[in-house]
């Protein structure tokens, strides 16, 4: 795997889209240094992943999952926001309905960047079979990911507790699903 020119513009917009969430969700003195200091970090740290990718393939390959998992997270949590920005509701029963579709059009999306981008798995032979097993373990992801947003948010209420839920769940799922789809969905046959 090759560090390309695409590779870090994907990292620094993803980067400045995590920033513009942060500035939107906390207000704080200075936010603005977020839009700066994230695309940098985001530029630096795929240069970095890639350097040590060059010894420790997965270490390249988990930070190009981590952007694009970023980037449906940032998907995620803005269907999210938007539902309860429309219906008032950010706890209970309806938030966890809210957080099913916010999490199943995100990651329904996230097939292609990384099959693409993150495994570089380019041949179109046997995609059924894989988009059959990225569905299966996203199945289980969204599951781990409902059930633990769905706990965390009863510790507090409103939307910036909803969002911290939104935050650990996708940590959550992240566990799960790197292994998963490294090892079974887009395992090369080399």
């Known amino acids: 795997m090759e560090l390309t020119k695409k590779d870090i513009i994907i990292s620094v917009i993803i980067s400045e889209l995590t920033a513009l969430y942060f500035i939107f969700l906390f207000s704080f003195n200075y936010n603005w240094v977020l839009a700066i200091i994230f695309p940098i970090l985001g530029a630096l740290g795929i240069w970095i992943s890639y350097l040590v990718g060059k010894k420790f393939l997965f270490v390249y390959q988990l930070a190009k999952f981590l952007l694009i998992g970023t980037a449906a997270a940032l998907v995620d949590l803005g269907i999210l926001n938007l539902l309860i920005f429309v219906s008032g509701i950010s706890v209970g029963l309806w938030f966890s309905v809210f957080k099913t579709l916010s999490f199943i059009i995100a990651f329904s999306a996230?097939?292609?960047g990384d099959k693409l981008w993150a495994f570089e798995k380019k041949e179109v032979r046997g995609v059924g079979r894989e988009f059959s097993k990225f569905f299966g373990v996203t199945l289980i992801g969204l599951l781990i990911n409902v059930v633990v947003a769905s706990l965390v948010?009863?510790?507090g209420s409103g939307l910036v507790w909803a969002n911290v839920s939104g935050i650990i769940a996708a940590i959550?799922?992240?566990?799960?699903?790197f292994p998963m789809y490294k090892f079974i969905v887009f395992k090369k046959n080399e």
Do not use: E, M, P, S
């Open 153 to 155: 948010v009863r510790a």
């Open 110 to 112: 996230k097939f292609l």
């Open 172 to 177: 959550a799922t992240v566990l799960w699903n």
